[in-house]
């Protein structure tokens, strides 16, 4: 052995099992910073493509200046941050409990004359070890997967990810895997070499740093048996490991909530609304389309659904509580079926009673904004009918910002709006087509609705495939992280037995039995899992607040945030069951082998 450094390779070997859950820790760190800047980079140079199209060139400015080149960017260096930190917590408590299964061997290589400053760079060096398998595993994966993207949006979203490159390499993608993959590593070591530097040669003899501590006072078995009282002992005594792990639980819980605000967020930008039409018929002269046309395209080829509105602007109108309201008051009739999405899409403000406004009625619903003066309830006098609001919308859809501007829009349905006007011609004409839908089948349709009519095909507008793809990519995210949370969870227990193995072997030989071990197992995992469930939930619902403030509430002013109930009980059960699934195997090692081999371990 020409150098103590040559220890490092065989120490690998040797602890290989061990090191199983930090080496998967880098790699999916490397992985998933790696796919994220290869897709934006692939983004990127889609939107190049898109930029040379339209304008014959491109300049930096013109890409750096584009929506979606400035989102890509920003996006990616966000969750660059945040995969950093998890990789950080993740790694340092795999290596922290590394480390407390070695104090021994570290206090014998102090005796030796080991120094701190070696023993600190042996620990470092060990965890730049593992990046030379981990870092190329999750840069390839990346890659792989990068590809794998890329052809299910070119080939099965299509539509405006048609430029999107294939089987492209990604130089920025690369370099950020590797910088994460050292940068993770060496900051996640620092706390472990430095404990490592900590093991005098006294205690390598104990082969635990922990037994070495003064017991000032026994632990409480006032409110728990002392199996459970023990467990949550171990949890808590350590405080560093402590932080770690329920730093690491918290983060996984943040991560997980962060992550839900973006599928707000891309439903804000890109609504899916039960309504929206394929096409469209529309006349230059108010409710001049005559409500015949209807019929006859409902029974043609192709066609899904067929509904129509009618629509008044500009009529005085007055509250019961003698408010008068502005004079650009709206009314529009909506047919059964777009009533019917209302509710299918959810955009009624609690409290919202649509079934009232079917039919011939005297109830109608209005478009809400926090400005807006209307309340469920309220009696509006229009001309000589008296309307009572049934429902408010959540915002006002007929604004593409959502905000009313103090305009007060009345929908009601087709029936009561020919009463309230005689109209009963419609201003617009809307037609949702079947999914085999031939151009044959739209030329007919053109040609029923004539010449005098306006007729515009927007399926090429569609974002339903450009929704899904977004929503598919955070939602494979979130399955990353609840991956990495799951076999954080069970790995960091299961090393945490395997540091007080000595511990276990000695209540075994004083009359603990197997049961007993479980529920001490058990104990000291459900507290590392409601230490990060109180400071992951704390925090998380905090930025989730925020992060909905700043991408949503600030631009779509009819958004308000709320508790995310889903997400929490979602992310909150699967840190339950992986707390309850870590005390599997560590319980089952410690049955399996006697009581002189745990107490003989290292």
């Not at 990616?76 to 917590?89: E, Q, R, S, T």
């Not at 329920?246 to 039960?274: H, R």
């Not at 306006?454 to 569609?462: A, E, G, H, M």
Request: proline share 2%.
């Amino acid at each position: 052995m020409k150098s103590y450094l040559s220890l490092i390779p065989i120490s690998a070997k040797v602890h290989r099992r061990q090191n199983r859950m930090t080496l998967l820790c880098i790699i999916f760190a490397v992985f998933l910073v790696t796919a994220v800047f290869s897709m934006a980079d692939m983004g990127v140079r889609m939107e190049q493509t898109r930029l040379m199209k339209k304008h014959g060139g491109l300049s930096l400015q013109d890409l750096s200046g584009s929506a979606m080149g400035q989102t890509i960017y920003l996006a990616a260096a966000v969750l660059f941050v945040l995969i950093l930190i998890a990789g950080v917590l993740m790694i340092s408590s795999s290596i922290n409990s590394n480390v407390a299964q070695r104090t021994k061997f570290f206090g014998m290589m102090r005796c030796i004359g080991m120094s701190k400053r070696q023993i600190i760079r042996f620990v470092r060096l060990e965890a730049l070890n593992w990046c030379k398998t981990a870092v190329p595993a999750g840069l390839i994966l990346g890659t792989v997967s990068t590809w794998g993207l890329c052809a299910a949006l070119r080939f099965i979203v299509g539509e405006e990810f048609s430029d999107i490159p294939l089987f492209g390499i990604s130089i920025i993608g690369i370099i950020s895997g590797i910088i994460v993959g050292i940068v993770t590593v060496l900051l996640a070591a620092r706390s472990p070499a430095k404990r490592a530097a900590k093991v005098s040669p006294v205690t390598a003899v104990s082969g635990n740093s922990e037994s070495t501590k003064n017991i000032h006072r026994a632990v409480n078995t006032r409110f728990f048996k002392i199996e459970t009282a023990l467990g949550i002992h171990h949890a808590v005594s350590a405080k560093k490991n402590l932080i770690l792990m329920t730093g690491s639980f918290a983060l996984s819980i943040i991560l997980f909530l962060s992550f839900s605000v973006l599928i707000d967020f891309v439903g804000c930008l890109m609504p899916q609304l039960s309504s929206t039409p394929d096409l469209q018929i529309s006349s230059s002269s108010s409710n001049s389309i005559d409500e015949k046309l209807l019929d006859r395209i409902s029974g043609m080829e192709g066609v899904k659904h067929v509904y129509g509105r009618r629509s008044i602007f500009d009529i005085p109108a007055e509250l019961d509580r003698e408010t008068k309201l502005s004079d650009k008051t709206d009314i529009i009739s909506y047919d059964n079926f777009d009533l019917d999405c209302l509710t299918k899409d959810d955009v009624l403000k609690k409290g919202s009673d649509i079934s009232k406004v079917y039919g011939d009625s005297h109830y109608v619903l209005a478009t809400w904004d926090k400005k807006s003066p209307l309340k469920i309830g309220d009696k509006i006098q229009v001309g000589a009918s008296k309307l009572e609001i049934a429902g408010l919308l959540k915002y006002d859809p007929f604004n593409s910002g959502g905000s009313t501007n103090k305009k007060i829009t009345l929908i009601t349905s087709g029936k009561t709006f020919q009463r309230l006007t005689g109209v009963s011609d419609y201003s617009l004409v809307m037609i949702q087509t079947t999914k085999d839908a031939t151009d044959d089948n739209i030329k007919a349709i053109r040609n029923i609705a004539g010449s005098k009519y306006k007729f515009s095909d927007q399926r090429s507008q569609s974002t339903s495939g450009t929704y899904t793809a977004f929503v598919l990519c955070i939602y494979a995210f979130l399955a990353i992280i609840t991956l990495v949370t799951v076999l954080n969870i069970v790995n960091s227990i299961s090393m945490s037995v395997s540091a007080r193995i000595k511990q276990y072997g000695a209540m075994r030989a004083v009359g603990m039995d197997e049961r007993q071990l479980t529920k001490m197992i058990a104990a000291e995992s459900f507290t590392y899992a409601l230490s990060g469930c109180i400071a992951g939930c704390a925090f998380g619902l905090l930025l989730s607040k925020t992060m909905y403030d700043m991408l949503i509430t600030s631009h779509f002013g009819y958004a308000v945030w709320s508790l995310p109930v889903k997400s929490l009980i979602l992310i909150l059960l699967l840190v339950s069951f992986s707390a309850a699934a870590a005390v599997y195997g560590p319980a089952k090692r410690i049955r399996n082998i006697s009581v002189t081999e745990t107490i003989n371990e290292l």
